[in-house]
């Protein structure tokens, strides 16, 4: 080698361009900072958080039984006593609300599975088989997508008959379209790609390829529906609940806590005001969290 290849060579080195720092600048923030910039987010995390803690571990919020009935205090406005209030039984609102919640959540997340294992493998199936099958699938989806939600699971749960496990599953049915959906969209874009074809090169089967290659390139798009589907799940159950749907009284629940006191919206407000107040918060606090995860 010349002198001149040499120098060369150490120019070359010379330039090559330094590599990034791994950690980028917003990982050193501190967290407090990071905190106070999103003060949203936060607040979603903290409702999130509160109202988990809640289904688990009701007792540490609440010393007062759902159940139990008060006459003398029918009807008591918010107080120390009574946080929320008291309905017309006596019964501690807070109570019902905080020992309802497991009822809701439990609800919710068995009727975001069901949209979710369901839809995603329609959809998976669908948009990787393509064809004649794909179109047929995609035009029994569109039926579903064409028809309202909420009369959708009306529809399910009378034919299913009442109570929390038939509301969570026909939540989910109404779900599945949606999945399916974003699914097939996502696999349509991953089927198309060169890995998938060297896969095929190399004499992989169609179940490998499936589920080594195209299902986890595609689900990222799909776990950010499920979170965004966990507030509507929630409205949708309450909303089943308040109908009469749902669980049946005594039991503490939502939607049926908002039912109890519809007809005294005019004279004791709070009844229906507070678990009303409690459903918007976790619904609002769930979509601000799913946003973000799905940015």
Same mark, same amino acid.
């Given at each position: 080698?010349?002198?001149?290849?040499?120098?060369?060579?150490?120019?070359?080195?010379?330039?090559?361009?330094?590599?990034?720092?791994?950690?980028?600048?917003?990982?050193?923030?501190?967290?407090?900072?990071? *905190? $106070?910039?999103?003060?949203? !987010?936060?607040?979603?995390?903290? /409702?999130?958080? #509160?109202? %988990? &803690?809640?289904?688990?571990?009701?007792?540490?919020?609440?010393?007062?039984?759902p159940y139990?009935?008060?006459?003398?205090?029918?009807?008591?406005?918010?107080?120390?006593?009574?946080?929320?209030?008291?309905?017309?039984?006596?019964?501690?609102?807070?109570?019902?609300?905080?020992?309802?919640?497991?009822?809701?959540?439990?609800?919710?997340?068995?009727?975001?599975?069901?949209?979710?294992?369901?839809?995603?493998?329609?959809?998976?199936?669908?948009?990787?088989?393509?064809?004649?099958?794909?179109?047929?699938?995609?035009?029994?989806?569109?039926?579903?997508?064409?028809i309202p939600?909420?009369?959708?699971?009306?529809?399910?749960?009378? *034919? $299913?008959?009442?109570?929390? !496990?038939?509301?969570?599953?026909? /939540?989910?049915? #109404?779900? %599945? &379209?949606?999945?399916?959906?974003?699914?097939?969209?996502?696999?349509?874009?991953?089927?198309?790609?060169?890995?998938?074809?060297?896969?095929?090169?190399s004499g992989?089967?169609?179940?490998?390829?499936?589920?080594?290659?195209?299902?986890?390139?595609?689900?990222?798009?799909?776990?950010?529906?499920?979170?965004?589907?966990?507030?509507?799940?929630?409205?949708?159950?309450?909303?089943?609940?308040?109908?009469?749907?749902?669980?049946?009284?005594?039991?503490?629940?939502?939607?049926?806590?908002?039912?109890?006191?519809?007809?005294?919206?005019?004279?004791?407000?709070?009844?229906?005001?507070?678990?009303?107040?409690?459903?918007?918060?976790?619904? $609002?606090?769930?979509?601000?969290?799913?946003?973000?995860?799905?940015?």
């Open positions: 080698m010349t002198t001149l290849d040499v120098r060369v060579l150490d120019d070359a080195t010379l330039e090559e361009p330094q590599a990034s720092p791994v950690a980028p600048e917003r990982a050193r923030e501190p967290l407090l900072r990071r *905190a $106070l910039a999103a003060p949203g !987010l936060v607040l979603s995390w903290i /409702v999130v958080g #509160t109202v %988990i &803690a809640w289904a688990f571990v009701p007792g540490l919020f609440t010393s007062k039984s139990d009935s008060d006459i003398d205090a029918s009807f008591a406005p918010p107080s120390l006593a009574h946080p929320f209030g008291a309905d017309r039984l006596g019964r501690d609102l807070l109570a019902r609300v905080i020992h309802g919640t497991s009822t809701t959540l439990s609800a919710t997340l068995l009727a975001v599975l069901v949209g979710l294992i369901v839809g995603s493998v329609i959809g998976l199936l669908s948009g990787f088989i393509g064809g004649r099958t794909d179109a047929i699938v995609m035009r029994f989806v569109d039926v579903l997508l064409a939600g909420l009369l959708l699971a009306m529809t399910v749960v009378t *034919a $299913l008959g009442y109570g929390t !496990l038939e509301v969570a599953f026909a /939540v989910g049915i #109404t779900a %599945i &379209a949606a999945f399916a959906r974003v699914m097939r969209s996502e696999v349509l874009k991953v089927a198309r790609s060169e890995y998938v074809e060297a896969a095929y090169g992989a089967s169609f179940g490998r390829v499936v589920f080594r290659h195209v299902l986890p390139n595609s689900r990222a798009a799909v776990f950010s529906l499920a979170a965004l589907e966990c507030g509507s799940a929630i409205l949708a159950v309450a909303a089943l609940g308040f109908l009469g749907y749902g669980a049946p009284p005594p039991q503490p629940e939502w939607g049926l806590a908002v039912s109890e006191g519809r007809d005294y919206l005019a004279t004791y407000p709070w009844i229906a005001i507070f678990p009303g107040i409690v459903i918007a918060a976790v619904v $609002l606090a769930t979509n601000r969290i799913s946003k973000t995860w799905g940015e």
